[in-house]
């Protein structure tokens, strides 16, 4: 059984830090892209970075470079998600999600085969 679990997410203030985690089980980790997504209320869900499954090459949406950065410890079956100087517009349901293209840094949800739960981040100005 596969499993996507995120935690860290939490309310902050405009300009604070925070991280997010997603930990993968029943997968060889390492066989996967992954990806972070996010969804704000009464939107859709939204790419925010990827990353292949070396860790050695990302992507990210415009909105957040410079801002995010997205790692991986393939030893811990761990993605992260590091997120500074947010903004209000940040304030979203953050999801993991892994891809079987794992040579790649996919946007698309489409690409992505597991999805987490979700974890919620509020950004308050």
């Known amino acids: 059984q596969v499993q996507l679990v995120e935690s860290g997410g939490g309310l902050v203030q405009a300009g604070d830090s925070l991280r997010l985690s997603c930990i993968l089980s029943?997968?060889?980790?390492?066989?996967?892209?992954m990806g972070w997504f996010r969804q704000a209320p009464g939107k859709e869900r939204g790419f925010v970075a990827a990353i292949n499954w070396s860790g050695s090459s990302t992507y990210y949406t415009d909105s957040v470079k410079g801002r995010f950065t997205i790692s991986r410890d393939n030893a811990k079956n761990t993605v992260y998600l590091q997120m500074n100087k947010m903004k209000p517009e940040d304030t979203a349901v953050y999801y993991c999600?892994?891809?079987?293209?794992?040579?790649?840094?996919?946007?698309?949800?489409?690409?992505?085969?597991?999805w987490g739960q979700g974890t919620q981040v509020t950004v308050s100005s």
């Open positions: 029943g997968r060889t980790f390492s066989n996967y892209a």
């Open positions: 999600a892994a891809s079987t293209r794992s040579t790649m840094v996919p946007a698309m949800p489409a690409l992505y085969t597991y």
